[in-house]
């Protein structure tokens, strides 16, 4: 959704690059182009001014820290200041301190909020609740219908005393479902109520009474993030009108502009709560300003990657393979790999874990253009192999190739391919895994071979200056300073000064050696 805004205040940041200091001139630039990024976002025109006017003035009365760059300072402001106008901090529900509580939904009609009820239905019982969805929406054709359907998917109840499609009283069901959740022992309720084609007086006073009728904890407005400034206009007449708590966007997957997610909540004044950002029933998750900001400038969102991989890995298959790569209990084969990749598949689509990682913004084109039907190759792939050849592939020969193949359906080089990229991948996860990463001091690495003398005349000449020294010295060798011109050391005071000598303390962990 955010695509377009990202490349716009990316190009912008890299034109500061290389500049020694900001000058007013640069400033005034910069804050040019990112008034234009975000007005053709479709963010609201008083949220555009406020922003560009906070920003101009922090990066003037900013002192450019130094350790960091102008363009790295202008992304360190833009980025605070996106947090604030996407409500400053993480808002979470308040709930009652006598079960249950109520939580109600409010929006217009196709925002999703009868699948959003299913998700935050879903998100509750995820974190201990025991939640019951309420179908008070008795006017849209089939919504009770529909609230069942995915209330059923979610593992969640759902409390629908009447039909729907134009007959029941919404109030009495909404009253009538405190009564049943005291009754059954449900903490949580979550009332969808209807919705309208637009703002009306019958739909707020319907809302209205419904919210006099079960005393919510929690009003929540459910927007459609892909209908832009409408979104703001709509949250603005009901929070006149009715009130609400908070505010849900769905959608958020979509192809649009975004705005309406970097408006609402300061022209409300009501935080953002909950966003869902797809059509799988665990696509739904807590608003973070913070998280978000980092997203859109194009800084990855390693909290949210860690806590879902947290949801989706085995923490005991996980500690295994990591063993397995360290070089203990066995070794990692493709067996263990095919394994890690489906946990990883289960954290949703590879493009969007992938679009998590810090940097990945410069090659979001590339990772858009995962296809997934590559990833079903390589299970076919590694599923066509005997148990054997997955535990240990380097006894697949050219005729074992040939046969995984065949009951892979794939060609015989996609097989070469996976196995060569297998090996290659698993020397380097083994080097990460051990800290055996060349090149880095104190670690340990591969070691160089030695340096084969070259033959002259028969005998054999160091390419070692300090060896060769000694060679043509034999009275002795020569002092470890001699080898590069200096003067001749005091053993005793050198081996006293290498022991004593100590890293400083910001390195000393660094180049330690982990082992």
């Known amino acids: 959704m955010f695509d377009t805004l990202q490349d716009r205040l990316a190009a912008t940041f890299k034109n500061l690059r290389g500049k020694g200091r900001l000058s007013d001139a640069d400033i005034d630039a910069t804050a040019r182009e990112i008034r234009v990024a975000l007005l053709e976002a479709d963010v609201n025109l008083s949220v555009v001014k406020d922003f560009i006017a906070a920003i101009k003035e922090r990066a003037r009365g900013a002192e450019l820290s130094g350790a960091l760059n102008p363009a790295q300072q202008v992304i360190k402001i833009v980025n605070e200041e996106l947090v604030a106008i996407l409500g400053g901090e993480t808002r979470l529900l308040r709930f009652a301190k006598r079960p249950p509580t109520v939580i109600m939904l409010a929006g217009l009609q196709g925002s999703g909020k009868t699948t959003l009820a299913a998700k935050l239905g879903l998100w509750l019982k995820d974190q201990g609740h025991s939640p019951l969805l309420v179908a008070a929406d008795l006017q849209r054709p089939n919504a009770v219908n529909q609230l069942q359907v995915v209330g059923q998917r979610a593992g969640v109840h759902v409390y629908a005393p009447e039909p729907g499609n134009g007959i029941g009283n919404p109030i009495a069901v909404a009253r009538s479902s405190i009564t049943e959740a005291e009754r ?32 919510p904890d929690e009003v929540l407005f459910v927007v459609d993030a892909m209908i832009g400034q409408d979104a703001v206009n709509t949250a603005n007449a009901f929070a006149e009108g009715v009130g609400f708590d908070g505010v849900v966007l769905t959608k958020l997957d979509g192809d649009a502009r975004g705005g309406a997610a970097l408006s609402i909540a300061r022209v409300t004044g009501k935080p953002i709560m909950f966003a869902s950002n797809g059509e799988a029933l665990a696509d739904f998750d807590v608003f973070h300003p913070d998280r978000m900001a980092s997203r859109i400038l194009g800084m990855g969102d390693m909290l949210t990657l860690i806590e879902q991989a947290e949801k989706t890995f085995d923490a005991e298959q996980s500690a295994k393979a990591a063993a397995k790569l360290a070089g203990q209990g066995g070794e990692f084969g493709l067996a263990d790999f ?29 990772i858009a253009g995962i296809d997934e039907r590559d990833v079903d190759h390589i299970e076919a792939i590694i599923h066509s192999m005997t148990p054997a050849e997955r535990d240990n592939p380097k006894i697949i ?3 074992r190739r040939a046969r995984i193949a065949k009951g892979a359906g794939v060609e015989v080089s996609e097989v070469n391919g996976l196995i060569n990229r297998f090996f290659e991948a698993r020397k380097m996860m083994s080097s990460l895994a051990t800290g055996a990463m060349p090149g880095i001091p104190g670690l340990p690495g591969p070691r160089r071979q030695p340096t084969r003398s070259k033959k002259k005349g028969g005998r054999g000449v160091s390419g070692n200056p300090a060896k060769r020294n000694a ?12 080898a590069f011109g200096g003067e001749e050391l005091d053993k005793a005071a050198l081996e006293k000064a290498m022991a004593e000598f100590q890293l400083p303390p910001e390195l000393r962990g660094r180049f330690s050696n982990p082992n």
Do not use: C, N, W
């Not at 969808?192 to 009728?213: K, N």
């Not at 598949?345 to 810090?358: D, E, H, I, N």
């Not at 010295?473 to 002092?479: I, K, L, Q, R, S």
């Open 338 to 366: 095919l394994q890690q990749m489906q946990m990883v598949r289960k954290m949703g689509p590879l493009s969007k874990v992938f679009g998590m990682l810090p940097g990945m913004g410069e090659i979001k084109d590339r």
């Open 471 to 482: 060679a043509q010295h034999p009275a002795g060798p020569a002092e470890p300073a001699a």
């Open 397 to 399: 020969d050219g005729s």
């Open 184 to 215: 059954r022992l449900y903490d949580v309720v979550i009332v969808d109520t209807a919705g309208r084609l637009g703002i009306d007086a019958e739909m707020m006073q319907q809302a209205a009474d419904i919210r006099d009728a079960v005393r």
